[in-house]
């Protein structure tokens, strides 16, 4: 009870709804202790003889000499379906076991087969309908997967005593180490090794009535590690990995799970209906909170059980405060759905008796991690039959030090995202890991490096900051409210209304807190309005309606149909990551997309290349300071790269693009799911990329850093081959690996040519002769510099590869305008003047290129 007492004196008035909170299930548990007083049948009562019972959900006796753990299963038990979940607590970052990473979730019962008990996952993708017969073939075709036979070493006449021990010390229930692919060679990534059980051990055991958790710090052996992994490691042949396994009771409860629709975008379950002849049998239903109205009656009630959020003690005091004030701004969102005060945001007392990890509680937590590879996370986890979310957990990336990643570090950080690698043990339908923290960090730093460089107050600074923050708080709670990402959202106001405070602040900068945006910095500082949205959007006030709103028996079809019919307001636009444009060739419409802003990210885009350029004509004199290297004025100037970056990519995708639309046939939206991106934008884009990335003076501005960018000297770190900024490969990779490795990806030129079928204008042979003006024609008359130099040669080995007949992956329309291109650039060599030996050597180095590819052979 020493709980509630804190809690009484924190804040009195929360006293009866916090002691039904939602993250207090079974407060009541008394403390773990050795129970002397129940009488055990012989049998049991000498295996445990010398153990401490751990009462709960599932009855534990641990060992006191050795630590080992049996696990009593009662005969009520066998047969019944519980929830698995698995976390890790600590360890390495690079293989995601960092803290609080939410992991496998499953669905498992036990049963009992001769002298052992069978452990089984239960498959939760089917749905039946009970009075179709076709329901008793239920379980035909989807193979048990038993994972662990225990044989029972005691009995009495409620259950069965078996060890835990090959549950719980193994790879059974969680695999825990990724697996790589073949071809990838073994020194590619830092290697656990082995798991040895001997030196493993429990370092927790709890247990309450309806959950019990399970903490144990596994030990992996790896004799000969190839790879000594990162700084974390300390040890790279031995490391310990914290993880917990927590058996949770199926929820007891009138929670109705609620259908998914592909015009609001929640994390779902996907479900089919195996008795159903439609074609598109989908039961899919979305995660959310149980919600339900103290007054059931009343328009606007308290929830019985809040969704209450702990601000874990190690969070700075300083931010304590913009914390939970970024939480409580949730409510406004459930006020919409009917709920009031659905939020509760506390902080953990410095003495509390619970620990963070504990499930019942839900808790924003901090970490400064050596390695940080995710920025912010903010997971939930599910009941998997009916999508109710039983527990959340934010952990925010303390970015430590001066640790400022510098463009070409940032996006080497971006390409060794694990794709290589596959996460067994990670929930494949639970895509919540949120790189957004990272991104908005470089946006952050941009918006800093431009206020700082320009002579801004301290205080412009602070409050940039204090809305970073709430942004970041806002967006992974959303996360944690069942949401997953909007990367239209950026697109609702015009350039003209993003620096209108009056609009801002009553609608909010953008549509919805699950975007990705750019930071937004006026161009004309005099205008400067907000930097980000603090305020949940049209977007998330609607999506909380569609997820939360309670409906009467029979009322829900027709009350979920009429809020999601609103979804063609432009407002409520929507698109999530399977939609967004962030890589090269990955998907089509433009506007659902990371780091950019308004509904004209074009003309946005530009404004954004003229202040990068005007911020760094300041970076020398600002950042050399008496008392410290030039390693600020490096990293400030790779933040500045990486914003010219974002907007480069942002703008390339208009290119080729085809605008989706998700609306139903009865809403009458006007507007086709598939709208090729009108020609006169797609040349826009094109305009906008000659003048700021291609043309031979895009990066004039960048020559006054260039001999400054000098990286720190640490012991020995300097790189072998200088340490020097490399400006040719840096910038060039803006010009490529951002805009035109997108341009001319197979899978962009593919869709233009279909797209041409239902209304798209702008051919590839046009497109690719447009590229050939831009990159070609302003210095055509006189010598090349280096970036064009680099620029030239990098799109003609570029078409050189699409012409070339082994190169099956390109439509054969795409490789015909590349080979007209290629003949079309050698006309234009011969008219070429050139005077200094450079551009002469440059433009014979091409016409071998081109002679070489276009020669009979
Ligand atoms: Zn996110």
């Known amino acids: ?14 006293l009866l709804t916090a002691a039904r909170a939602q993250d207090k299930k079974g407060a009541a548990a008394p403390p773990p202790a050795v129970d002397t007083t129940k009488k055990k049948p012989a049998g049991i009562t000498d295996k445990v003889k010398s153990s401490r019972k751990i009462d709960g959900l599932f009855t534990m006796y641990q060992d006191t000499a050795t630590g080992t753990l049996q696990l009593y299963v009662k005969k009520s038990q066998l047969g019944k379906e519980y929830i698995y979940q698995s976390f890790s607590l600590s360890g390495p970052n690079s293989l995601y076991l960092n803290q609080s990473m939410h992991r496998a979730t499953a669905v498992f019962k036990i049963e009992k087969a001769f002298d052992k008990l069978e452990f089984s996952g239960v498959n939760t993708r089917f749905w039946y309908d009970a009075n179709n017969p076709i329901s008793k073939t239920a379980g035909v075709d989807k193979p048990e997967a038993v994972f662990l036979v225990e044989k029972t070493v005691a009995e009495d006449a409620d259950g069965y005593l078996i060890s835990a021990d090959g549950l719980f010390i193994s790879e059974k229930l969680d695999p825990v180490k990724p697996l790589l692919p073949p ?3 073994p020194t590619a990534i830092f290697n656990l090794g082995n798991l040895n059980p001997a030196k493993s051990r429990y370092s927790n055991v709890r247990s309450f009535p309806h959950n019990s958790d399970i903490i144990v710090d596994l030990a992996y052996d790896n004799p000969a590690p190839y790879n000594n992994g990162t700084n974390d490691i300390t040890d790279a042949r031995y490391v310990r990995v914290r993880m917990q396994h927590s058996l949770i009771e199926m929820p007891q409860n009138d929670f109705h799970p609620r259908r998914d629709d592909p015009r609001v975008g929640y994390f779902s379950e996907q479900i089919t209906d195996q008795t159903s002849i439609s074609p598109v049998p989908y039961k899919d239903i979305i995660h959310r909170w149980y919600l339900k109205k103290k007054d059931p009656n009343a328009a606007l009630s308290e929830p019985v059980e809040p969704i209450v959020y702990w601000i874990e003690n190690t969070t700075p005091v300083e931010y304590r405060q913009t914390i939970i004030d970024a939480g409580l701004k949730w409510n406004e969102a459930f006020e919409k759905a009917g709920f009031r005060n659905a939020i509760q945001m506390k902080i953990m007392p410095d003495d509390a008796d619970w620990d963070p990890a504990d499930i019942r509680y839900n808790v924003i937590r901090w970490v400064s991690s050596a390695q940080p590879v995710y920025g912010a996370i903010g997971p939930s986890f599910v009941n998997p039959k009916t999508g109710q979310i039983i527990g959340a957990d934010i952990t925010i990336e303390w970015f430590s030090g001066s640790a400022t990643p510098i463009y070409d570090e940032l996006f080497r950080g971006f390409s060794a995202n694990g794709n290589t690698l596959q996460f067994p043990g990670m929930n494949p339908q639970h895509e ?17 490096t431009v206020l700082d460089a320009t002579g801004a107050s301290a205080n412009d600074i602070k409050e940039m900051h204090k809305q970073f923050l709430t942004y970041l708080i806002m967006h992974e709670m959303g996360h944690t409210l069942g949401l997953n990402h909007n990367m239209k959202a950026s697109q609702m106001l015009s350039p003209t209304e993003i620096n209108n405070t009056e609009i801002t602040h009553k609608l909010g900068l953008i549509g919805s807190v699950m975007d990705y945006p750019a930071i937004n910095i006026a161009l004309d500082r005099s205008k400067q309005g907000d930097y980000y949205t603090t305020k949940a959007g049209p977007y998330d006030l609607w999506a909380i309606e569609y997820g939360y709103t309670p409906f009467n028996e029979g009322e829900e ?29 990955k998907a089509m419409d433009p506007r659902v997309n990371v780091n950019e802003l308004t509904s004209d990210a074009i003309g946005y885009a530009e404004d954004r290349f003229k202040l990068v350029n005007q911020t760094m004509g300041k970076l020398v004199q600002k950042y050399s300071k008496d008392g410290q290297s030039y390693a600020e004025l490096r990293s400030r100037y790779g933040t500045l790269l990486s914003q010219r970056y974002s907007m480069v990519a942002a703008v390339s995708r208009y290119i080729g693009g085809v605008q989706i639309d998700r609306s139903f046939p009865e809403q009458k939206s006007g507007v086709k799911p598939y709208t090729p991106v009108p020609l006169a934008t797609q040349k826009r884009a094109m305009e906008v990329l000659n003048k700021y990335v291609f043309a031979p003076d895009a990066f004039d501005a960048d020559a006054q850093v260039f001999a400054w960018l000098q990286p720190q000297r640490r012991g020995f770190n300097q790189n072998n081959s200088g340490d020097d900024f490399r400006a040719t490969s840096t910038l060039l990779s803006i010009q490529t690996d951002a805009a035109l490795s997108h341009i001319l990806h197979s899978a962009t030129l593919l869709r233009m040519t279909n797209s041409r079928l239902y209304g798209n204008q702008y051919s590839v042979a046009t497109m690719m002769g447009d590229l050939q003006k831009g990159i070609f024609s302003a210095d055509i008359a006189t010598n090349v510099n280096v970036y064009r130099q680099n620029l030239q040669t990098y799109f ?15 439509d054969d329309v795409s490789k015909a305008a590349a080979l007209y291109t290629l003949k079309k650039i050698k006309t234009q060599l011969a ?8 551009t002469k050597a440059h433009r014979a180095n091409l016409l071998f290129m081109i002679d070489k590819a276009l020669e009979v052979k």
């Open 1 to 14: 009870m020493k709980k509630t007492l804190l809690l009484l004196i924190l804040s009195p008035g929360l």
């Open 183 to 185: 071809g990838i060679p």
């Open 432 to 448: 919540e890991n949120c790189t957004l923290a990272s991104e908005l960090k470089s946006q952050l730093l941009t918006g800093m």
């Open 557 to 585: 079809a027709a009350g979920l149909k009429t809020i999601v019919a609103r979804s063609t307001d432009p407002q409520l636009v929507f698109g999530n990551d399977g939609d967004d444009m962030r890589s090269p060739g």
């Open 796 to 810: 003609v080995r570029q078409l050189v590869s699409i012409v070339n007949p082994q190169n099956q992956g390109v």
């Open 831 to 838: 008219t070429a003047v050139s005077t200094n030996d450079e």
